[in-house]
């Protein structure tokens, strides 16, 4: 999981959310309202409701197309459970929270690594108690 979650305002124009994201080297932002989770944006987001519809960017608002409600995950909730939530949700990212705070955002990509590391441990064990 990643610790460091890029929010922004609803308000925020799409030009500046685009920029935050390039900036920081990542593919969405967790969006606030009242300095609250409320949404999310992707990079999807911004190539499918705005670059590939010509729509123009200097004119929109992150509330224009963020995707809302934001469903958080609760910090406890083991890599299996939140593996199947982000497949049956179609997520490509989860925000975590603890005590009803954002805590940090896990991506497909986490998951992937979390369970081949976990898988490739267990074998390990398995070809270690066959060994002896």
Partial sequence: MSQEVITVDLKMSIKDAAETM????IGCLVVTKEKEPYGMISERDLLKKVIAVNKDYNSLKVEDIMHVPLTMAP??????????LIHNKGFR???????GKLVGII????????????LKDSLQKFIDDIST
């Fill in 22 to 25: 390039a900036k920081h080297n």
């Fill in 93 to 99: 990212r989860l925000p975590i929270s603890k005590d």
């Fill in 75 to 84: 910090q406890e909730l083991s890599i299996i459970k939140a593996s199947e």
């Fill in 107 to 118: 991506t497909e990509t986490d998951i992937t690594r979390a369970l081949r590391m976990l």
